[in-house]
């Protein structure tokens, strides 16, 4: 009797799946054996095309996105924000879009770059795309970012906050004037000379510094005031030394922050130090807006002064003035933004801060303080006038 490999292949698979779903199921495994073999070959055999330059099809093209907008809507769906107007969150998100976004999505008055328009798929520009989604799907997407498409996650998972403040500007940017979205992404930096930057006398090392200067004053303004929304904190007159522990910080990432991170990460040793020396040494004069709540800021005085003993709170001023003389490393509190300050705090309470080798202290601190103290603390020094140099008044 002759030999049918065929026929005996056959006996021998009835024999394997016995019934008749065994043997429907055999024949799925096989068939799903043969499709990952075939797949393997051809992704070995290099015919397969990953230039950009291909771009994709229109049928891969609506697939992908069909996929991408229904992955977005179920896993955002445990996002809660909160609509927001506030200045100081649009403020906050324009400062980093200009550098981090624009390049790769446009901007009001500012063409996408000429990498981006080649990459596949292209980055959606934000006049087309960004009303698409809503705040909590653009909130997932900031901050997780998109696989295969170029869109990163945030570089600091741990500070919502931040990515908040790039919702509240993505909501405002697709019926943003060039005007506008100039002021807020660049403020004081946009078309500047060296001559309109106040309180610069041009050195050597200004010189050296002027492209640094001028990246850290889009968002601290050129007399490191912060630029008086509360979005950004105040530099000027901040001691040195907390001033370069703090970019070092951030540079490495031991203090956690998607916007500061990035800028800071790109900079010499030698460059941070300069930029240091340079806030320490203008002065900072003046006292940040607040609210009138005379009650919370003579709470937050009597914090300031004495702690709360009963919580194992210690006096603030102890480490942050006003008054007396104080380490180096710990910054001057008097007439910083209350907002900027609360947020601090925030984050200590947290354990996301980071920061100085000492930022562990506050750690413990901020966790035996209530949301009013907190609040009362940020008050009251945003009320005091600003000294500078370390040396808050007496």
Request: glycine letters at 10%.
């Amino acid at each position: 009797m002759p030999f049918r490999p065929v026929d005996e292949l056959r006996e021998f698979a009835r024999g394997v799946t016995g019934g008749t779903w065994k043997r429907a199921l055999f024949r799925a495994a096989i068939l799903a054996v043969v499709i990952a073999g075939g797949a393997l070959l051809v992704a070995w055999s290099g015919l397969v095309s990953v230039a950009a330059s291909s771009g994709h099809t229109q049928l891969t093209y609506l697939f992908l996105d069909f996929a991408k907008r229904n992955a977005v809507e179920l896993q955002s769906g445990g996002v809660a924000v909160s609509p927001s107007g506030d200045p100081a969150l649009v403020l906050k998100g324009a400062g980093h879009y200009a550098t981090g976004c624009a390049p790769c999505h446009g901007a009001p008055g500012h063409r996408r770059s000429v990498v981006s328009r080649q990459m596949t798929p292209t980055p959606p520009l934000y006049s087309e795309r960004f009303s698409r989604w809503n705040a909590e799907e653009m909130f997932w997407i900031v901050k997780h970012g998109i696989k295969y498409t170029g869109m990163p996650a945030w570089p600091a998972l741990q500070r919502d906050d931040e990515i908040r403040a790039m919702v509240s500007f993505l909501e405002k940017l697709p019926d943003m004037s060039p005007e506008e979205y100039d002021r807020l992404a660049y403020g004081p930096a946009f078309g500047f000379t060296e001559e309109e930057i106040p309180a610069i006398e041009l050195s050597a090392l200004a010189d050296e510094l002027s492209p640094a200067i001028a990246d850290c004053a889009r968002c601290h303004g050129f007399d490191g005031r912060g630029r008086g929304e509360g979005a950004f904190p105040k530099l000027a007159g901040q001691s040195e030394a907390y001033l370069l522990a703090s970019l070092q910080a951030f540079a490495n990432g031991t203090r956690h922050s998607g916007i500061m991170q990035p800028a800071a990460a790109n900079l010499d040793d030698r460059t941070l130090r300069a930029l240091a020396a340079w806030y320490a040494g203008l002065p900072a004069d003046g006292n940040s807006r607040t609210s009138p709540d005379n009650a919370a800021i003579a709470r937050g005085s009597l914090i300031a002064a004495a702690g709360i003993p009963e919580r194992g709170v210690p006096a603030c001023s102890q480490c942050h003035g006003p008054g007396g003389e104080r380490n180096p490393m710990y910054p001057d509190l008097a007439g910083q933004y209350a907002d900027y300050l609360v947020l601090q705090l925030e984050l200590f309470k947290a354990g996301t801060r980071g920061g100085t080798p000492y930022a562990h202290i506050m750690n413990t601190v901020t966790r035996r303080m209530a949301e009013e103290d907190v609040r009362a603390v940020a008050l009251y020094y945003a009320s005091l006038p600003a000294a500078g140099n370390g040396d808050a008044e007496k």
